[in-house]
T-cell receptor
Framework: DAGVIQSPRHEVTEMGQEVTLRCKPI?????LFWYRQTMMRGLELLIY????????DSGMPEDRFSAKMPNASFSTLKIQPSEPRDSAVYFC??????????????FGPGTRLTVL | AQTVTQSQPEMSVQEAETVTLSCTYD???????LFWYKQPPSRQMILVIR??????QNATENRFSVNFQKAAKSFSLKISDSQLGDAAMYFC????????????FGTGTRLKVLA
């Protein structure tokens, strides 16, 4: 299996621009998670989906952030407009969530976002 | 609300020696999962080991083992025969079984392995 795939690996943009991060979960996994990692705040869960439905988006910092999962094999995290404080590494993770005994999250390689 | 605390921001170990990374957590739940993830400079988060709270036996994976003390809410990671490739950030994580399956991560411990 290819694992969780994220693109792009690096993104540099200017303040005010729209940024779209992409994620392809592991085939067959039912849950998908978006995290943000910064030095100041560590790893924060932004939103997670189960069976393509957003279950908890309480971690989304503000309305500039939105996430979608149109099908089981693709999700996007969009920031519009972007701000310098959004600079971070964004991780996508997926898990089977078929049974609690298999509830391990598998992370993608992350996208390093820099907003100038 | 659950919390996870890693009180050691940084640790060093000599190659081939043993090191223990600490993690404590707070929860009112009786059933949950605990994890250790490794994040090398490549940024990839890699699962190291997992422990189910209902299992009394400590999990082991080759050179990695945990000391799970449920009453004390402690979950330490022991790395034996440390190798240069073990150098990374290590994150402890808690997962509730009640509904959301959300992970709560600690702040991480940076492990340096000295040759």
């Amino acid at each position: 299996d290819a694992g969780v795939i994220q693109s792009p690996r690096h993104e540099v943009t200017e303040m005010g621009q729209e940024v779209t991060l992409r994620c392809k979960p592991i085939s067959g996994h039912n849950s998908l998670f978006w995290y943000r990692q910064t030095m100041m705040r560590g790893l924060e869960l932004l939103i997670y989906f189960n069976n393509n439905v957003p279950i908890d988006d309480s971690g989304m910092p503000e309305d500039r952030f939105s996430a979608k999962m149109p099908n089981a094999s693709f999700s996007t995290l969009k920031i519009q407009p972007s701000e310098p404080r959004d600079s971070a590494v964004y991780f996508c993770a997926s898990s089977p969530r078929v049974d609690p005994s298999t509830d391990t999250q598998y992370f993608g390689p992350g996208t390093r976002l820099t907003v100038l | 609300a659950q919390t996870v605390t890693q009180s050691q921001p940084e640790m060093s170990v000599q190659e081939a020696e043993t090191v223990t990374l600490s993690c404590t957590y707070d929860t009112s739940e009786s059933d949950y999962y605990l994890f250790w993830y490794k994040q090398p400079p490549s940024r990839q988060m890699i699962l190291v080991i997992r422990q189910e709270a209902y299992k009394q036996q400590n999990a082991t994976e080759n050179r990695f083992s945990v000391n799970f003390q449920k009453a004390a809410k402690s979950f330490s990671l022991k790395i034996s025969d440390s190798q240069l490739g073990d150098a990374a950030m290590y994150f402890c994580a808690y997962s509730s079984l009640s509904g959301t399956y959300k992970y709560i991560f600690g702040t991480g411990t940076r492990l340096k392995v000295l040759a």
